[in-house]
């Protein structure tokens, strides 16, 4: 007993000798200030001060004195207006004299962050905003100290959800999220330019792609980082080619910085964009571009011209890009996307060729015994730089493994989008080149314009079943020339792929695919997913059976080759969550037909038929609420044949973007 009482005695004396340190320390803080203790020196009265019990706003301001900072008044939980000024974004990552001031005002309104105010907004700070955002009514409560919880803060911790400046693909004018969203399917976008010229305006450099997966997503911070180690003759600093670097979503500008602005070691640069507000909304996409605008002129080792050497690099590094959803889970996404780029001081124009997105994958042509008409063979991207380009001729070549191109095309268009250009017949031979002369077609300086080569196919009886044509484009033959009159050179050769022609065979268009979650009504329940993929078939010069069953498969291989009579092949999309599910899959007609057989689908000669693929899914196991599967489906294969027997043949050409997008089941 008598310890006990010892023990308690001595506890309270070394508390009251704990406090009275403390208002000493108050009053003696401007003279250690003066004297620049170190951190680790004040971590070290801050620990002494806990460790005899202070309360959180004695040790807060004696954290703020020592620091340099101005002590605050005894706030309540969730009001503390006036005690602080901020004028930036703060999120994980932060540093600095705003962030101290942000802990010390937390701390002394009762938020824990065990570390005290060490001006690093880290794990502690973000779990201590979330908890003052929950009581202030700040939503989402996601950590992120951003513009409304600023406006929250100035009221005394009293805030609704409003409206942000949020734009670009897949973006919102509402801050409001909904949803666990977060990040999916990255891909490093095209239409990026590698040769500069000074003067040019904001040109992207290097892009990623990312979806909103399973609730909206709000971007946070963006990394842009620029390596000029390769420069060997010329200089390494950025602003020295470009004065500006700016963040794009889609055709939308989110933010900008001057390129003497970055952070700079060992001659790469790094451009941090935060405070960006950019909602991407659930199923939709952002297209994220880093742009740089060139100086209106370069000095001597500093263009692209002989006298520089080496290579300057674009990047979005891995984990440049951090985001969070309405739960308030905040992650890092980006693999690395690295585009080298030049920029030059001269002024003739180029003319960059390269295949447009709706160029034609390799697949088959269902063609009839009469012409069948407008089939796209190729389709190219024509894009003009640092001058407006005038096309004059425009040379494509094209081969086929019929004895002459004359037996399979009829006649042959240059088309810009519906309108026909110039045409022209083939002659004999396996391969040919096509000359469109007398064009004079003008692109503007920064502009793409794209073309497609057309063809009407002869007959089925004209050629072998199976018959293949190419067509690409070529660098010679070409009459092109810029603003000056010098004379242009096309980039590259655009090469189409292989296009099988048969008359036996079909070709398939995709419909609206739809995915759509039914949540659980009550507690232990557990959702399920519908999806339906609806697809159009057109027969060529022979009636068609289709197989009417449904067959999962393991490989989203459109190329894999399938056993006999599995129908409609299908797989889960590459984003899905690798875990078991019960599926129920049927494919239904949109119309009905005597030739059915119950079990295949009859498509006459020379007509087409809409059938829909139909799953119905679900868990096998059960889920807890807070567990969650993605789940999206796609076609891989559709097995057909001549006779209402199927066989091994299937159609797997261009089937890749035959699928619908994902959803989350949950456990409740």
Known sequence: MSNVTTKAIAKVAAVATGLGM????????????????????????????QSFGADATTIANVQASLSGGTPVSTGTTGSMSGSCSFTMDLHTGSSGAQVTCLQNALIAAGYSIPAGATGYFGAQTKTAVMAWQAKAGVTPAAGYFGSISRAAWNLGGSSSTGTGTGTGTGSSTSTTLTGAGYLTNESHLGSVTSDLHAGDSATAVVGSSFDAT??????????????????????TNLDQYVSDVELWDGNTKLASMSASAGDESSNI????????????????????????????????NQDGSANFEGTM????????IRAVGADGISDTYGTLNSENFTVSSANTGTLTASPAADNPVASQVAVASSTTTGVKLLAINLKAKNSDITVKNLQI????????????????YLMKGSTVLKSATLGSGKYGTVTFSNMNETIPQDQTNEYTITADIKGDSAYADGTTLIASSTTA????????????????AVTGNTLTLTASGLSVSMGTPTATLNSASFAGGQDTGTFALPFTVTAGDTAIWVGGTATATTTTNSGTAFATSLGVVFATTTTSSATTTTTTASVSAGSSNSNDNGTNYYVAANSSRTFTLNLSVGTSDKMSSSASVELGYQLVGINYST????????????LNTFKTSDIFLHGH
């Open 22 to 49: 403390a208002t000493s320390l108050l009053s003696l803080a401007p003279m250690a200030h003066a004297a620049a203790l170190t951190s680790s020196q004040i971590n070290s009265i801050v620990s002494l001060l």
């Open 643 to 654: 006779t209402n027997t199927m066989g091994t043949t299937y159609f797997t050409s261009n």
């Open 313 to 320: 690099k674009a990047q979005l590094l891995a984990d440049a």
């Open 397 to 412: 070549s094209l081969n086929t493994s019929a004895t002459n191109l004359s037996d399979v095309v009829n006649t042959v």
């Open 214 to 235: 399973g609730g909206d997503v709000q971007l946070q911070r963006v990394d842009a980082t620029f390596d000029l180690s390769g420069v060997t003759t010329g200089s």
């Open 477 to 492: 033959g070409w009459d092109i020339q810029d603003a000056q009159g010098n004379s242009v050179t096309p980039s590259a």
């Open 269 to 300: 640069w790094t451009y941090r964009f935060t405070g960006i507000n950019d909602i991407v909304k659930n199923g939709q996409t952002a297209n994220l571009y880093i742009k740089v605008t060139p100086l209106t002129s370069v000095g001597a």
